[in-house]
């Protein structure tokens, strides 16, 4: 057997003999016809997805309100609940510093609703509403005998879910 190994590896080891250069060849003219539509056959299969469920909610986040919690939280307490149209009249009449920010964001709730998921701006109504502590800015006030008192201004993250009514 190493014999036969010995004589296989001998003609490996002749001299390579110079490489002829060949001449150009015409190339035939490809078929790439059948094989587009294969591949539109393919994609056309991947495209099939499920539908997804329509959006039964709305909602809009505003970070940074300069109103403290405590004052939001009584305004959004008054207008969890209701009706967006009836929200936004309670919050005009409403004399307080919260009101303003808290229905600016029901409208955009309102907005994202009508616009992005084809609710009817009639059935909307405010599902929920929360008012979350944000930011807070803390400085300093100069203070009688060369001390200071710490001043912290309290931010506001508000957070408004609107749903269609059935």
Known sequence: MAEEKKEKKAPAKKAAAPKKEAAPKAEAPKEEKPVKAKKAAKKEEVKEEPKKPAATEARCIVTGVRVTPRKVRLVCDVVRGKNVKEAL?????????????????????????????????????VAEIQAADGLRIKRFTPRAKGSASPLIRRNTNLRVVVKESK
Not at 97 to 108: D, E, F, G, N
């Open 89 to 125: 009249a309670i919050l005009s009449r409403l004399n307080k510093a919260a009101s303003t920010p808290v229905a600016k964001a029901i409208k955009s709730a309102a907005a994202n609703a009508t616009n992005n998921f084809g609710m009817q701006e009639d059935l909307l109504y």
